[in-house]
């Protein structure tokens, strides 16, 4: 079985630019939750979707939305670029309330 | 929110050597989760383990969910062992983890 899938796993954006990242959960899964992850320090919680609706946010400006379709795959959307969006954008996925588990991330470079 | 402590921040050991890595919690959890952290970014899974103990070949965990912390056995490390190790814990479910920052394990040759 596929494990969690994100794309692209590299990007580089300017300022003021809009991104969107793309995670494909594990099969059967249906909670995907997104996390940033600065150079040197630990992932931090942006969002977690459950059956299509938000059900957890973190402490996150509001250039960070996200939506999860139908196939239960996710999409984190950020606007307005800033230097210090650059990080790798994790997505995890959980069965019920078992462990989580990651994709290989995105690493986003803005400049 | 929760708070989650890691110690030490770093380590660096010779190549079979063991080691012990701390994690301590603010709070009740009901979830609570080991990572390793691979030099591309991925966070493999280790442990989920909100209470007791396990073990994974040369790797073991116990969790005191009552004192509120984990520890991380490392037995007869190799250089493959290098890399960051996370512990990650969530009230509730594991959808909204709360990570520590993390140990940096250096295995030497």
């Known amino acids: 079985d596929a494990g969690v899938t994100q794309s692209p796993t590299h990007l580089i954006k300017t300022r003021g630019q809009h991104v969107t990242l793309r995670c494909s959960p594990i099969s059967g899964h249906k909670s995907v939750s997104w996390y940033q992850q600065v150079l040197g320090q630990g992932p931090q919680f942006i969002f977690q979707y459950y059956e299509k609706e938000e059900r957890g946010r973190g402490n996150f400006p509001d250039r960070f939305s996200a939506r999860q379709f139908p196939n239960y795959s996710s999409e984190l959307n950020v606007n307005a670029l800033l230097l210090g969006d650059s990080a790798l954008y994790l997505c995890?996925?959980?069965?019920?309330?078992?462990?989580?588990?990651f994709g290989q991330g995105t690493r986003l470079t803005v400049v | 929110g929760i708070q989650v402590e890691q110690s030490p921040p770093d380590l660096i050991l010779q190549e079979g050597a063991n080691s012990t890595l701390r994690c301590n919690f603010s709070d009740s959890v009901n979830n609570l989760q080991w990572f390793h952290q691979n030099p591309w970014g991925q966070l493999i899974n280790l442990f989920y383990i909100p209470s007791g103990t396990k073990q994974n070949g040369r790797l073991s965990a116990t969790t005191v969910a009552t004192e509120r912390y984990s520890l991380l056995y490392i037995s007869s490390s190799q250089t493959t062992d290098s890399g960051v190790y996370f512990c990650?814990?969530?009230?509730?479910?594991?959808?909204?983890?709360?990570f520590g920052s993390g140990t940096q394990l250096t295995v030497l040759p």
């Open positions: 995890a996925s959980s069965l019920a309330s078992r462990e989580a588990f």
């Open positions: 990650a814990v969530d009230r509730s479910s594991a959808r909204q983890l709360t």
